[in-house]
Structures are given as C-alpha cells and as structure tokens.
T-cell receptor, first 112, second 115 residues
Framework: SQQGEEDPQALSIQEGENATMNCSYKTSINNLQWYRQNSGRGLVHLILIRSNEREKHSGRLRVTLDTSKKSSSLLITASRAADTASYFCATARSFGNEKLTFGTGTRLTIIP | EADIYQTPRYLVIGTGKKITLECSQTMGHDKMYWYQQDPGMELHLIHYSYGVNSTEKGDLSSESTVSRIRTEHFPLTLESARPSHTSQYLC??????????????FGPGTRLTVL
C-alpha cells in the first residue's frame, strides 16, 4: 500500500495566490521531503523536514509536519507561472531503511 | 542542477530487444536508485545500490537488472523488452551521510517506449 497520499490530486490557481498541498502517510518516519517535477523531467528536491521539526521555511515555501496526524503540508506563497509542476512528498521510514517512498503527487497549475 | 546524467533521454524499440539505460553521477555519491514512473503517477523504486558491488531490488518487482562496478555508474538492463516495460525510468543518487534517507538528486529520466 502507498506510504504517502497527496491531496488534492490537482490544483489550479491564479498567479499571485497561495497554493497548499497536503500529504498523509502511514508509518513512523525519520524525515519527510518535498520534490517538484516539471513535465517529463526528473525531480528536484525542495525541502526536508525531520520528524522532530514542526515547521520549516525556504524562500516562498513553508512546510509543516504533524507526526501525531501523520501529515504534512506544503504552502507556496505568491505563486508564479514557473511554479506549475507536480509536487511529491516522500517519506523516509524510521528504522533501518534509507529508501524514500513517494506519494501520489499534486499537479499544480498556475494560471497567468 | 544536479550532476547526474541519463542516456538516452528517449528510446523507442521493438519487442524482444535488449536495452541498457545509462546513469552516471559525478558527485561521488555512494547511494544510487532507479525508479519507474508512469505518466502522472507516483515513483516506484525498482533497484538501489549502497555502493560498489552492492545492488538490491526495490519495492516494485521489475524484470530489469542493474550493476554497480564503479561508484559513478549504475546502468539498468532489460534483456528482452516488452510493451509492458513502456514507462519513464528515473535515476537518482544521494550522499548517504544522513541517517534515515538523505536528499536524492535526480537525472532527467529516460522515456522508454516498447512497440
């Protein structure tokens, strides 16, 4: 079964608005990471948040983590057309496993 | 931009052909990964390696094989391609310094179509 599921599956907003994507997971984690994928390309790492952290910022990105609810959110503020992409969360499990399990992704479209 | 390269970027071949997808990284990373991704879907790990002469199968069963003879090189081979192998194949690497999975750096991917 999937470790991570993202919500919504697709999101369209006007340029300048904020975009929020959510990720839920099932097992205990060591860290959670967010990646961006432009159409047909490889993934680019955005941000990593450890299990003992609750919030992290990077430029226009804000990530929160609630381990009690096994969920994370990614907020992109003041969206730009260049933010149009798919966004994936990926979880690193707690014990003896250094692999990442990717979520289903959110397809974000920014309308100019 | 990550220093990880994949060739070819696009490949269209006939059923039964043997193919090798190349992946190379110049970052000196110990850990390398192969993922399979269908359009608009999540990534599935099919192979990984924690160093030279170390390879493991991933979470998704795959008929492909991999080798890791040099740190920088992690090729994936399909002995006899079938239409069910049509997909995008993504290679990634990570430095492996952090406990519990480090940041992964991805190549641009190879889009494989088997006719």
């Amino acid at each position: 079964s999937q470790q991570g599921e993202e919500d919504p599956q697709a999101l369209s907003i006007q340029e300048g608005e904020n975009a929020t994507m959510n990720c839920s997971y099932k097992t205990s984690i060591n860290n959670l990471q967010w990646y961006r994928q432009n159409s047909g390309r490889g993934l680019v790492h955005l941000i990593l948040i450890r299990s003992n952290e609750r919030e992290k910022h990077s430029g226009r990105l804000r990530v929160t983590l609630d381990t009690s609810k096994k969920s994370s959110s990614l907020l992109i503020t003041a969206s730009r057309a260049a933010d149009t992409a798919s966004y994936f969360c990926a979880t690193a499990r707690s014990f003896g496993n250094e692999k990442l399990t990717f979520g289903t992704g959110t397809r974000l479209t920014i309308i100019p | 931009e990550a220093d990880i390269y994949q060739t070819p970027r696009y490949l269209v071949i006939g059923t039964g052909k043997k193919i090798t997808l190349e992946c190379s990284q110049t970052m000196g990373h110990d850990k390398m990964y192969w993922y399979q991704q269908d359009p608009g879907m999540e990534l599935h790990l099919i192979h990984y390696s924690y160093g030279v002469n170390s390879t493991e199968k991933g979470d998704l069963s795959s008929e492909s094989t991999v080798s890791r003879i040099r740190t920088e090189h992690f090729p994936l081979t399909l002995e006899s391609a079938r239409p069910s192998h049509t997909s995008q194949y993504l290679c990634a690497s990570s430095p492996g310094r952090r406990t519990g999975a480090d940041t992964q750096y991805f190549g641009p991917g190879t889009r494989l179509t088997v006719l």
